[in-house]
């Protein structure tokens, strides 16, 4: 059965630190480029992060460059992303997909989303 489960979200002050994981199962992990993109109340979905199969080539949004990283474990199947210095701006839903022609910033190249997980930034 096809699932990606994203998990790690919560409540965390401004400044602080959190790490999703998505846990993927009925895809072959190491065929698809991966990414992160975030939906906040009232907004549009935005792309975050994307890496691709092999784990060298890595892309980032402007507002989080420098803040979080993405990176996947073809062994567990599992995608991360740490996130470092969160601000009240970084509140969302976080998603991950997967994208079976190449990672881009568009959630058009994505075919296969997780149900997302509720990252909240106090200030």
């Known amino acids: 059965q096809l699932q990606l489960v994203e998990s790690g979200g919560g409540l965390v002050q401004a400044g602080g630190s959190l790490r999703l994981s998505c846990v993927v199962s009925g895809l072959n992990f190491r065929y698809f480029a991966w990414g992160w993109f975030r939906q906040a109340v009232g907004d549009e979905r935005e792309f975050v992060a994307a890496?691709?199969?092999?784990?060298?080539?890595?892309d980032y949004a402007d507002s989080v460059k420098g803040r979080f990283a993405i990176s996947g474990d073809n062994d567990k199947s599992t995608l991360y992303l740490q996130m470092n210095r969160l601000t009240t701006e970084d509140t969302a839903v976080y998603y991950c997909?997967?994208?079976?022609?190449?990672?881009?910033?568009?959630?058009?190249?994505?075919?296969?989303w997780g149900q997302g997980t509720q990252v909240t930034v106090a200030s």
């Open positions: 890496i691709n199969w092999n784990g060298e080539n890595t």
């Open positions: 997909a997967a994208a079976p022609n190449g990672g881009t910033r568009t959630t058009e190249a994505y075919a296969y």
